[in-house]
């Protein structure tokens, strides 16, 4: 570039070239500068000779008001020199390299309006800004795209700043003024009258007059569109004046399309193809409305709109991804807000109530606390949202395309205007096309996040459950353990019939006994019915996990059969900047006015190629990449159906378990309460047994009559010989079948052989005693614990006998080996045997006691024979007996079996053996060899010979 004074001008410390105009206005022009030392550029405004024709006042007023500004968003002022050759006034500013906002809307990527994070930067830049003048009481008054200007600070972060305060003034909030300045469009309508239509209203005009043109200047920024258009733009004012006074309150658009005179077309929405996201949309839309107010008692003031743009750049925008309908959102929430904020903020945009919201994040459920911040929700972005799904559907309806921008159609004719306007409106379309695609491919590659999600929602879900079910079994166990302890401590009908039969004023406490069994029974069946319950639920848990955790067979299930449109996306980012070329070229063609041949035929065959290539690109994005879509939506949905049947199950499985729980709890605290309720009249009742035994000894047998009570004959033979009598020595039991079964069979009387036929009533008894191991042998088949044998836990001191000597089976005090310690608080019971020296005349009718060998073993086990067996040969030498042991042992004969030998110092059968065999001829037979000695036996070395 020449270097000639007539190129060139400069002040005492700036330069600049005539040549290097950045903007023209009506009373200036403003060139890029260097300062002359340093080389920094600068912005240089010099006055024409238009502006001398404002009073010399007006000019300073400009100066003075740049002269007290400093703030970030605000162009800089640096000096106000004079011209070295006009002697004119030039302010020296700093150099907005970024353009205006104006340039920035003129570029066909923002001919729909900013895109979001960029629309939020310049609202809040333009509000501080303001804020800043009206704290230094100054209006304005020319408030426009192109007077915001656009600088990259050192960070690389875009700010806006206000500039041209050629029309701005000092003015109080009630303070008016009446001079006229400002750019129609976005004049308020009191001064649109005055200034444009020239019609004296005699009105004067507040500060608020910049907050409509802030608003119409927001508005261009979200949609790329001026919100007041009358048909024919600045020709027909008078419509333009209609549409700004006429509108209703919250109308915050009206556009006149078809002719001078045809109809309006009112809106209080954004349009659709706005680039904002509708959560931000109608957070905008609220502002608009209370800035584009002719009303000037409905128009907000600065506070308010201050208040709301700092409101809403200080909320939180989750992104949300809706599964069912395909489709990107923004929920913006106060920091300080709560979860029923932010899903009611969801129901806003998606119609979904609250309880039908289901979040995922991270591939987990997000369920937050109600009283979490949101400011504490995670960071989310378009490629990493949150996924909302909505709980009890199992159907994805078919997706609809959003409302987009048309092609405009082309012309055969050759206009440099027409073709120049076609051009920017194709390429515009094209690159809204383009960020549409990109958000197709995202949304392609969320719906696989999605079902990635819901496996492993419903995998986890598994588990927990599998847990619980784990927790719950335990719970089981503990019911059943305990039942079982309480039915083990208390007496079995044969044992209270036996003993009560002798004690006839102890009704009560058998009524307390039988209700308590009454109600062990009751607890069982309830027991049982739950087990039942449980043992379903536990087998669909166990299916569930087979298929989803182990088969893994929702994420097999899941293949879509399309992949996302990246190569699309690529060819389609090649079609728009070929045809961006191509815009860029008409500009050019227009501003020269007129081609040579040659230039006018490349241009015809851009156009051509514009149109083919446009087309072309638009055709893909609707034939190939919305079908795919749209079909791996449509599998998504498909796929959800089968998720959605897989959450059912666990859901009841879920809702199962959470009534079995409580269930269990309050059945284990029955337990608890009928145990300890058992505990008193279980030891009255030891001590009625007691009693009962200790009158058997004394109490001379009745000779029992012929009657018909017996099984197979009507008359009982009578005993012939006298029988032999044992000691009545007592091996004291729990389980008190044995001694009642003694005690039946004594008083009974025998023949010359030794046998006796059983009564009817003893038969019920022993049979019900056979039921009752049966149900025990099931409890244990069902792989309960291993069962303990409880006894009667009676010190030796609590037998009143003429006895001086007592030995206990395993020693004095000893617990019993094994399972002998019963749980639940059941006292672990000890099994005594007493010796009396002295001699006892023989029973009357019996040749020997069940319960009189104290040397036994007894042995229990939970098979189908139920045989009891006492097997042991200790031997007695004044100490301690031997030890032994208690165990269930499987026979099929179901015989009770008592073999024993033993050698007393006292007078006692050297060998006896019972059997009982419940075989249909019901016979007990005595078989053994009674050897008696002498009334006092030899003794050798303290042995018995």
């Known amino acids: 570039m020449a270097s000639t004074s007539g190129q060139i001008r400069s002040t005492k410390t700036y330069l600049w070239y005539l040549q290097d105009v950045l903007g023209t206005g009506a009373t200036s022009t403003v060139y890029k500068g260097r300062h002359k030392k340093t080389g920094e550029l600068v912005a240089a405004k010099a006055f024409n000779s238009m502006s001398f024709m404002r009073p010399q006042s007006v000019q300073q007023r400009?100066?003075?008001?740049?002269?007290?500004?400093?703030?970030?968003?605000?162009?800089?002022?640096?000096?106000?020199?004079?011209?070295?050759?006009?002697?004119?006034?030039?302010?020296?500013?700093?150099?907005?390299?970024?353009?205006?906002?104006?340039?920035?809307?003129?570029?066909?990527?923002?001919?729909?309006g900013l895109e979001e994070e960029e629309f939020k930067r310049a609202l809040g830049d333009v509000c501080a800004g303001m804020k800043h003048l009206r704290d230094l009481d100054i209006v304005h008054r020319d408030i426009k795209p192109g007077n915001i200007m656009i600088v990259t600070d050192d960070c690389g972060d875009t700010v806006y700043k206000l500039a041209d305060f050629g029309a701005a003034r000092e003015l109080q909030d009630d303070e008016n003024f009446m001079s006229l300045y400002g750019t129609e469009e976005y004049l308020h309508p009191d001064l649109y009258e005055r200034a444009v239509l020239r019609q004296p209203t005699g009105k004067t005009f507040s500060a608020r007059i910049d907050l409509w043109s802030i608003g119409v200047t927001f508005y261009h920024v979200a949609t790329g569109v001026l919100p007041?258009?009358?048909?024919?733009?600045?020709?027909?004012?008078?419509?333009?004046?209609?549409?700004?006074?006429?509108?209703?309150?919250?109308?915050?658009?009206?556009?006149?399309?078809?002719?001078?005179?045809?109809?309006?077309?009112?809106?209080?929405?954004?349009?659709?193809?706005?680039?904002?996201?509708?959560?931000?949309?109608?957070?905008?839309?609220?502002?608009?409305?209370?800035?584009?107010?002719?009303?000037?008692?409905?128009?907000?003031?600065?506070?308010?709109?201050?208040?709301?743009?700092?409101?809403?750049?200080?909320?939180?925008?989750?992104?949300?991804?809706?599964?069912?309908?395909?489709?990107?959102?923004?929920?913006?929430?106060?920091?300080?807000?709560?979860?029923?904020?932010?899903?009611?903020?969801?129901?806003?945009?998606?119609?979904?109530?609250?309880?039908?919201?289901?979040?995922?994040?991270?591939?987990?459920?997000?369920?937050?606390?109600?009283?979490?911040?949101?400011?504490?929700?995670?960071?989310?972005?378009?490629?990493?949202?949150?996924?909302?799904?909505?709980?009890?559907?199992?159907?994805?309806?078919?997706?609809?395309?959003?409302?987009?921008?048309?092609?405009?159609?082309?012309?055969?004719?050759?206009?440099?205007?027409?073709?120049?306007?076609?051009?920017?409106?194709?390429?515009?379309?094209?690159?809204?096309?383009?960020?549409?695609?990109?958000?197709?491919?995202?949304?392609?590659?969320?719906?696989?996040?999605?079902?990635?999600?819901?496996?492993?929602?419903?995998?986890?879900?598994?588990?927990?459950?599998?847990?619980?079910?784990?927790?719950?079994?335990?719970?089981?166990?503990?019911?059943?353990?305990?039942?079982?302890?309480?039915?083990?401590?208390?007496?079995?009908?044969?044992?209270?019939?036996?003993v009560f039969s002798r004690m006839p004023l102890?009704?009560?406490?058998?009524?307390?006994?039988?209700?308590?069994?009454?109600?062990?029974?009751?607890?069982?069946?309830?027991?049982?019915?739950?087990?039942?319950?449980?043992?379903?639920?536990?087998?669909?848990?166990?299916?569930?996990?087979?298929?989803?955790?182990d088969g893994d067979l929702l994420t097999a299930k899941w293949k879509p059969a399309e992949k996302p449109c990246h190569t699309c996306v690529k060819r389609f980012a090649y079609f728009t900047e070929d045809a961006s070329k191509i815009y860029v070229q008409f500009k050019k063609d227009k501003q020269k006015k007129h081609l040579s041949y040659n230039e006018e035929q490349i241009h015809k065959m851009d156009k051509e190629k514009l149109s083919l290539k446009s087309t072309q690109a638009i055709s893909m994005c609707q034939s190939h990449c919305e079908m795919v879509w749209k079909k791996i939506h449509g599998e998504l949905g498909e796929w959800y159906k089968f998720a959605y049947q897989v959450r059912a199950q666990i859901s009841s499985v879920d809702k199962t378990l959470s009534q079995l729980v409580p269930n269990y709890q309050t059945l284990l605290q029955e337990v608890h309460m009928l145990d300890q309720a058992v505990q008193p009249p279980v030891m009255e009742f030891e001590d009625t047994l007691q009693d009962s035994l200790l009158s058997l000894s004394t109490t001379p047998k009745v000779p029992r009559s012929t009657a018909n009570k017996f099984t197979n004959t009507d008359q009982l033979p009578p005993p012939s010989g006298p029988v032999p009598s044992s000691p009545n020595l007592v091996h004291e039991v729990d389980a008190m079948d044995i001694a009642s079964l003694s005690d039946q069979l004594a008083s009974l009387p025998i023949d010359s052989n030794g046998c006796i036929l059983v009564p009817r009533e003893l038969k019920e008894l022993l049979e019900a005693w056979e039921r009752d191991i049966d149900q025990t042998n099931e409890e244990l088949e069902r792989g309960l614990q291993k069962m303990p044998l409880p006894f009667a836990n009676?010190?030796?001191?609590?037998?009143?006998?003429?006895?001086?000597?007592?030995?206990?089976?395993?020693?004095?005090?000893?617990?019993?080996?094994?399972?002998?310690?019963?749980?639940?608080?059941?006292?672990?019971?000890?099994?005594?045997?007493?010796?009396?020296?002295?001699?006892?005349?023989?029973?009357?009718?019996?040749?020997?006691?069940?319960?009189?060998?104290?040397?036994?073993?007894?042995?229990?086990?939970?098979?189908?024979?139920?045989?009891?067996?006492?097997?042991?040969?200790?031997?007695?030498?004044?100490?301690?007996?031997?030890?032994?042991?208690?165990?269930?042992?499987?026979?099929?004969?179901q015989r009770l079996l008592l073999e024993g030998s033993g050698q007393f110092s006292i007078r006692a059968p050297v060998s006896t053996e019972y059997k009982f065999m419940p075989e249909p001829s019901q016979r007990l037979s005595n078989e053994g060899a009674s050897q008696f000695s002498s009334p006092s036996p030899q003794m050798a070395n303290g042995q018995l010979h």
């Open 62 to 112: 400009e100066f003075d008001v740049l002269l007290k500004l400093s703030h970030r968003n605000i162009v800089k002022l640096f000096d106000i020199e004079q011209d070295q050759i006009s002697k004119n006034p030039v302010i020296i500013m700093e150099l907005c390299t970024g353009g205006s906002l104006y340039n920035l809307l003129d570029d066909p990527r923002n001919s729909y």
């Open 228 to 498: 007041f258009r009358p048909y024919g733009g600045r020709r027909n004012r008078e419509t333009m004046f209609q549409i700004t006074t006429k509108k209703k309150s919250g109308v915050i658009s009206g556009v006149q399309k078809d002719s001078m005179n045809g109809p309006i077309e009112w809106s209080s929405e954004l349009p659709n193809t706005c680039r904002l996201s509708c959560g931000l949309k109608i957070l905008l839309t609220k502002i608009l409305r209370g800035l584009l107010e002719c009303n000037p008692e409905k128009m907000w003031t600065f506070n308010r709109f201050f208040d709301e743009v700092q409101s809403l750049l200080a909320m939180k925008a989750v992104d949300v991804f809706h599964a069912s309908q395909s489709e990107c959102l923004k929920i913006y929430v106060e920091p300080r807000g709560t979860l029923a904020e932010f899903q009611e903020a969801v129901a806003e945009q998606t119609g979904m109530q609250a309880s039908a919201q289901g979040l995922v994040w991270d591939q987990d459920c997000f369920v937050p606390d109600a009283s979490l911040k949101c400011e504490s929700y995670p960071e989310t972005s378009p490629q990493s949202p949150l996924i909302l799904l909505e709980l009890g559907r199992n159907d994805f309806p078919p997706v609809s395309m959003p409302s987009q921008p048309k092609l405009p159609k082309m012309t055969s004719t050759y206009d440099l205007d027409k073709d120049f306007s076609m051009s920017k409106m194709c390429v515009a379309v094209l690159y809204y096309k383009l960020a549409w695609l990109k958000t197709l491919t995202y949304m392609q590659e969320l719906m696989t996040t999605v079902s990635k999600a819901i496996v492993s929602v419903l995998k986890a879900e598994i588990k927990q459950l599998d847990y619980h079910c784990m927790k719950l079994r335990s719970s089981i166990v503990e019911v059943d353990t305990r039942l079982l302890s309480i039915e083990k401590t208390l007496p079995s009908p044969l044992v209270s019939s036996a």
């Open 506 to 549: 102890s009704s009560v406490l058998c009524t307390r006994l039988q209700d308590h069994q009454d109600k062990v029974t009751l607890l069982r069946q309830k027991s049982a019915r739950m087990f039942d319950e449980y043992d379903r639920t536990k087998n669909l848990l166990q299916t569930l996990w087979k298929d989803i955790i």
């Open 794 to 893: 009676k010190s030796s001191a609590g037998l009143p006998t003429n006895s001086s000597n007592y030995w206990t089976l395993y020693g004095n005090g000893q617990q019993l080996p094994g399972d002998g310690v019963n749980q639940f608080g059941s006292q672990s019971p000890s099994a005594k045997i007493a010796s009396d020296t002295s001699p006892r005349p023989p029973r009357e009718g019996a040749c020997g006691d069940l319960l009189a060998d104290p040397l036994g073993r007894l042995r229990y086990m939970p098979e189908p024979s139920q045989r009891l067996s006492d097997e042991a040969t200790p031997q007695f030498n004044g100490g301690e007996p031997a030890t032994g042991s208690f165990q269930f042992m499987p026979e099929p004969s």
